[in-house]
């Protein structure tokens, strides 16, 4: 899906807003640091001077200009260091200060072929205006590790609860190191949504692009645009944020109604993003005797085959803490 004129406008605003703040700290702290350190000002505007000076001897002709200028640049920028030091101020107190060091808080990076392209900052911007539906950032104030509990858990349901959150933890380590898949299935309630909005809150704090979708949201998405002939193009932008994002979670498989399309659109999905190597976070109610009789064999294979599964049991967590809640009220 494509931006609107205004929500592009408002992704640049942003980033312009970054940079004066960081322009205007940079600049309090040159200010500082000339009050401090005597002689760094005069220090700093001799590179301006040396600059044009050495331009004029390369006017001239004079051919070793160049590398004298490179010495003197090199001997101003250590000494500045080593005052900065004597001072007590950090050797790159006056580097230049960026959110995104990539792109310099421009949102485009220069590609290999020489092309500008936006920055994986600016996609992650881009994914969170257009997939705010997803109700991913609601979700996941509620839905974090640090309201991680094992207290709803006893027995085989406590070891297995452990064990996926150690695999959610291991799977957020090892992200963008290596290629894995996450499969969580098992009965309602024990908690497959809340480990997978854990993951992804990690993620996106790490700067990754991440794509939250229920399974009956996604495929009514799907829908929507594909018979839709006017829709061609946002679904051609659609399919590339499915496909290319950074992890795409897809919640509740299962609670869709399954057909034709839905079997063929989730097949392509899993498919697509195996032969790119982005990771996909499924999780399902489902038993995989359901999910290979409700699906095709090749789902029900690349599911099996391609990711690492997890098998939660317990009760529903949402009911006790629906029944304690109450019991707390009287």
């Known amino acids: 899906m494509a931006l609107s004129n205004s929500q592009y406008k408002s992704i640049i605003r942003d980033y312009e807003h970054t940079r004066d703040a960081n322009r205007a700290l940079s600049d309090a702290r040159r200010e500082e640091v000339y009050s401090a350190i005597p002689g760094f000002r005069e220090l700093t505007e001799s590179v301006s001077s040396l600059s044009v000076a050495s331009a004029r001897r390369m006017l001239e002709g004079d051919e070793s200009a160049l ?165 061609r193009e946002a679904l051609q932008d659609f399919y590339e944020d499915f496909y290319c994002c950074s992890l795409l979670i897809i919640d509740d498989l299962g609670t869709e109604i399954t057909n034709s399309f839905v079997t063929s659109q989730l097949f392509s999905c899993l498919n697509e993003r195996h032969l790119r190597n982005k990771s996909t976070l499924v999780s399902t109610n489902l038993s995989l005797e359901e999910l290979r009789d409700r699906y095709s064999d090749r789902i029900f294979s690349r599911i099996t085959s391609g990711f690492t599964l997890c098998k939660l049991t317990g009760p529903d967590i949402r009911i006790l803490k629906k029944r304690k809640a109450n019991t707390s009220a009287t």
């Open 67 to 231: 590398d004298n200028l490179h010495q003197g640049l090199e001997s101003i920028a250590a000494r500045q260091k080593q005052l900065l030091a004597e001072y007590g101020f950090p050797f790159d107190y006056l580097n230049p200060m960026y959110g995104c060091p990539d792109c310099q808080d421009t949102g485009y990076i220069t590609a290999d072929d020489g092309l500008k392209k936006k920055c994986r900052c600016f996609r992650q911007k881009e994914i969170r205006i257009l997939y705010a539906q997803s109700n991913i950032q609601n979700m996941l104030e509620q839905e974090n590790f640090s309201t991680l509990s094992y207290d709803y858990y006893e027995g085989s349901d406590l070891r297995r609860f452990e064990t996926a959150v150690d695999l959610s933890r291991n799977f957020i380590r090892s992200f963008g190191e290596s290629y894995r898949n996450l499969f969580f299935y098992g009965t309602v309630g024990t908690g497959k949504s809340f480990l997978s909005g854990c993951i992804a809150r990690e993620l996106l704090q790490a700067g990754h692009s991440v794509i939250y979708f229920s399974a009956s949201a996604l495929f009514d998405t799907l829908a929507r645009y594909s018979f839709d002939f006017k829709a």
